[in-house]
């Protein structure tokens, strides 16, 4: 079985691959971001004027991966992103928020140390943690940036005629930025971009995603 692979340059730190939100894990990361959510709401005072402080969000969008590609095996660099997210808002535009995503998947290949070539399927899925600041710059409309880390899992998957996978867990920055419009002062339209990056094996790179969002506020 093949056991290294090298990818194309980083965005970030000048190493490999770009893409944003995977189905990889998403029983057992949804599980853990939900219990943290509620672990959250249950330990935070919440004052009688308090309104619109917490809010969720769902998210859907593209991904992209810039992985190295062999004539042998198919290579497609681009996948669907999903996100779930729950946020708390304190003082003048802060907030502190706890995501899922997931990137879908992408193919793609490389030559092991023999000199064969071998391809397969990749999948990221991440739990991210984020401080933010919201600024409203217009009547309804808003641009808000975050910043925090991310536990991300990535898993690769060999194709025929290799078997077998391989997947390791790590914790990566995360940045996003959102632009958002208020339909009512409860609902809001976002249009979110958000970048961290994954490894496994001696992959690593960037992790990006764009995606429209719809945020409840109550």
Not at 81 to 88: E, G, I, L
Not at 94 to 116: E, H, M, N, W
């Amino acid at each position: 079985m093949p056991s290294s692979m090298l990818l194309c340059p980083d965005l970030i730190d000048g190493a490999a691959m770009s893409i944003a939100f995977s189905t990889l894990p998403a029983r057992p990361a949804a599980g853990c971001l939900v219990s943290l959510v509620l672990t959250a709401v249950a330990l935070t005072p919440i004052s009688a004027g308090a309104a619109n402080d917490f809010s969720i969000a769902v998210g859907a969008g593209a991904a992209r991966g810039r992985v190295d590609c062999v004539a042998s095996f198919p290579c497609d660099r681009s996948g669907t992103s999903a996100s779930f997210a729950a946020a708390y808002r304190f003082g003048d535009g802060f907030d502190v928020r706890a995501q899922y995503f997931g990137a879908g998947s992408f193919k793609g290949g490389d030559i092991s140390p023999l000199g064969t070539e071998f391809g397969g399927t990749f999948k990221v899925g991440a739990i991210g943690f984020t401080g933010g600041y919201t600024w409203t710059f217009a009547p309804a409309w808003d641009l808000s940036g975050r910043l925090g880390f991310a536990s991300v899992r990535t898993r690769f998957e060999y194709a025929i005629p290799f078997t077998g996978s391989a997947s390791k867990t790590t914790t990566q920055p995360l940045a996003g930025v959102s632009l958002g419009y208020a339909v009512t002062p409860q609902i809001r339209l976002g249009i979110d971009y958000d970048a961290t990056r994954f490894k496994v094996h001696t992959t690593h790179g960037p992790l990006q995603l764009l995606g429209v969002s719809t945020q409840y506020s109550f």
